[in-house]
């Protein structure tokens, strides 16, 4: 069984170890709060209050050998930084970080995390791209440059193949899968010669300037 460690039990940290648990994983929680250790105790399968960046004491509660661990430690950047040192001494070296801003992300790079997460501004950009667009249902950001969107079918689409559309080549896009709103299925690879429909929802990976030329101005069709 994987084995993960969350440090910080915050509103992220908490909905993490929980999460993660209940998807059949051993979760390691460490807070310094004894409020919120008592308060999540229930939801992993062992939470502890203490210094997570206390080597000896990861060690204690058996952090080594851990697949990955996640530190949320909030605006405490500095204890963010000292508790990643101390779990890449224990060994751990596939570590995620929530970071509250652009500055602490900058200072976390050198350490060479597997990834930061700052979702604050990914939910935020999400909301916009869905509040100013009248086709994108969702949007996912995927690095600077790139996101998966998914999109009501485009009226010059409807009729027409994702074969006849080439979009890789025309549009530097690709269709990932389609969701039939009459019929409640999703379509993950589709047929490229399936006709598409004015029904279809279009889930689309490509660079985000392609994709906010392809929805502007379209109409806009409820899932």
Not at 107 to 127: I, Q
Request: charged residues 30%; aromatic residues 6%; negative net charge.
């Amino acid at each position: 069984m994987k084995r993960f460690v969350v440090i910080g039990l915050g509103g992220f940290g908490s909905w993490v170890a929980r999460t993660l648990y209940q998807e059949g994983f051993d979760v390691i929680a460490i807070d310094r709060s004894e409020t919120l250790v008592d308060r999540h105790t229930a939801e992993v399968t062992r939470c502890v209050a203490g210094d997570a960046t206390d080597e000896n004491l990861l060690r204690e509660v058996g952090v080594e050998g851990a697949d990955a661990a996640v530190v949320s430690t909030g605006e405490d950047l500095a204890s963010g930084i000292l508790s990643i040192l101390a779990l890449r001494d224990t060994g751990v070296q596939n570590i995620y970080a929530k970071v509250p801003s652009v500055r602490a992300a900058e200072a976390l790079e050198r350490f060479d995390l597997v990834d930061m997460v700052f979702p604050e501004r990914e939910a935020a950009e999400r909301l916009v791209r869905r509040l100013t667009s009248s086709t994108v249902l969702d949007y996912i950001p995927i690095g600077p440059d790139y996101a998966i969107e998914e999109i009501a079918i485009p009226d010059a689409w409807i009729g027409r193949t994702l074969f006849e559309l080439a979009l890789p080549k025309s549009h530097g896009i690709q269709v990932v899968a389609l969701y039939d709103v009459l019929q409640g299925n999703w379509k993950v690879v589709p047929d490229p010669d399936e006709v598409l429909k004015e029904s279809d929802v279009a889930l689309v990976a490509g660079k985000t300037k392609v994709l906010e030329k392809l929805h502007k101005g379209r109409r806009p069709r409820a899932r």
